[in-house]
C-alpha cells in the first residue's frame, strides 16, 4: 500500500470462477455470502449457513493456486459470541481453505469479535459497507 500498488480481487463461489479469476491475475478471490443469492437464487445472504460457505471456499481453494482466499463469514456464525466467532473463522480456514475470513459490521460488539478472531491467529478482512 505504501508503494503504491493496487491489488485485484474477485468474487469467486465456485471451481470455475476461481479459475478465472486467477486466469485474469486476481490478487484475492473473496467467497461472498453473496453466493445466498447469486448461486442459490435468495433474496438476501441471510439464508446461507457457514457449512455452505465452507463448501464454497473448498471449491474455491481447488482453483486458487496463487491468490489469497477470502471466506466471508455468514450472518449468524459470528455475532453471539467472541467463541463462536473464533470456532466459526477457525472452521472456515481448517475445512474450507481459506487464506483469511471477512466479517462485517462496525459495531463495537462486533469490533469485540473481529479482535478475537485476529487474536486466534486467523487472518481478518473488515467490511464497514451494507450489512444485511
Known amino acids: 500500500r505504501q508503494k503504491g500498488q493496487k491489488i485485484a480481487c474477485v468474487t469467486a463461489y465456485d471451481h470455475p470462477s476461481a479459475l478465472h479469476g486467477e486466469m485474469a491475475g486476481a490478487d484475492l478471490l473473496l467467497v461472498g455470502d453473496s453466493a445466498a443469492m447469486v448461486v ?33 463469514l455468514p450472518f449468524g456464525s459470528y455475532e453471539a ?27 463495537p460488539d462486533r469490533t469485540k469479535a473481529a479482535m478475537a478472531v485476529v487474536r486466534a491467529g486467523c487472518a481478518t478482512m473488515g467490511h464497514v459497507g451494507l450489512t444485511p
Open 81 to 107: 459470541s467472541t467463541t463462536q466467532a473464533v470456532h466459526s473463522a477457525v472452521r472456515l480456514m481448517q475445512k474450507g481453505g481459506a487464506d483469511a475470513v471477512k466479517l462485517e459490521g462496525g459495531a
Open 40 to 72: 442459490h437464487g435468495h433474496d438476501t445472504t441471510l439464508p446461507i449457513t457457514l457449512e455452505e460457505m465452507v463448501w464454497h471456499c473448498k471449491s474455491v481453494r481447488r482453483g486458487a493456486k496463487r491468490a489469497m482466499v477470502v471466506g466471508d
